[in-house]
T-cell receptor, first 111, second 115 residues
Framework: GEDVEQSLFLSVREGDSSVINCTYT??????LYWYKQEPGAGLQLLTY?????DMKQDQRLTVLLNKKDKHLSLRIADTQTGDSAIYFC???????????FGTGTKLQVIP | ETGVTQTPRHLVMGMTNKKSLKCEQH?????MYWYKQSAKKPLELMFV???????ENNSVPSRFSPECPNSSHLFLHLHTLQPEDSALYLC??????????????FGPGTRLTVL
């Protein structure tokens, strides 16, 4: 079945850039997502990219997609303490929109 | 209330207890989901409902029993659970199950501890 893998933990200093990486196995993935989960809260969609794109930028967030290597990354510029959260990578092959999530990467921002 | 709400937020139960988790969405969506979130594991899809009809049961043990009485409410009935069932249970909803981008909106979850 589909598999989405992420590292479990990332620590960065405030003001630096964070890069969270994700790999997936399903070559027919149509949409790739980044969700953010703050402590005590559910997941919230941050951004998504369609599989025919290789980059998407939204303010401090940059998503890069390497479809050949099935690699997705999320770059957060000028990381702030409020960015501390768990970031989930997810993919969907469309159809009835079953979304497969990764383990989540816990981002710790050090002041 | 707005968005997706879940009650209770925390639940401690013994292995012989019966309890229910409740989810309510105030977004006018037609699809609802139950997920299990365990530490260091991928988020696990458990059940999917579309217009109150179950469309996915992801090999979930029968000690978890979902119920969707209408498109705004989703329940997860629990009985004779095991300690390994301790996790955060997340409810989500989306507009429908059509193809294309279809954002899921999540509730804050119920933290379940089985003793």
């Amino acid at each position: 079945g589909e598999d989405v893998e992420q590292s479990l933990f990332l620590s960065v200093r405030e003001g630096d850039s964070s890069v969270i990486n994700c790999t997936y196995t399903d070559s027919s993935s149509t949409y790739l997502y980044w969700y953010k989960q703050e402590p005590g809260a559910g997941l919230q969609l941050l951004t998504y990219i369609f599989s025919n794109m290789d980059m998407k930028q939204d303010q401090r967030l940059t998503v890069l997609l390497n479809k050949k290597d099935k690699h997705l990354s999320l770059r957060i510029a000028d990381t702030q303490t409020g960015d501390s959260a768990i970031y989930f990578c997810a993919e969907s092959t469309g159809g009835y929109q079953k979304v497969t999530f990764g383990t989540g990467t816990k981002l710790q921002v050090i002041p | 209330e707005t968005g997706v709400t879940q009650t209770p937020r925390h639940l401690v139960m013994g292995m012989t207890n019966k309890k229910s988790l409740k989810c309510e969405q105030h977004l006018g969506h037609n699809a609802m989901y139950w997920y299990k979130q365990s530490a260091k594991k991928p988020l696990e899809l458990m059940f999917v409902y579309s217009l109150e009809e179950r469309v996915e049961n992801n090999s979930v043990p029968s000690r978890f029993s979902p119920e969707c009485p209408n498109s705004s409410h989703l329940f997860l009935h629990l009985h004779t659970l095991q300690p390994e069932d301790s996790a955060l249970y997340l409810c989500a909803s989306s507009q429908n199950l059509a193809g294309g981008h279809n954002e899921q909106f999540f509730g804050p979850g119920t933290r379940l501890t089985v003793l």
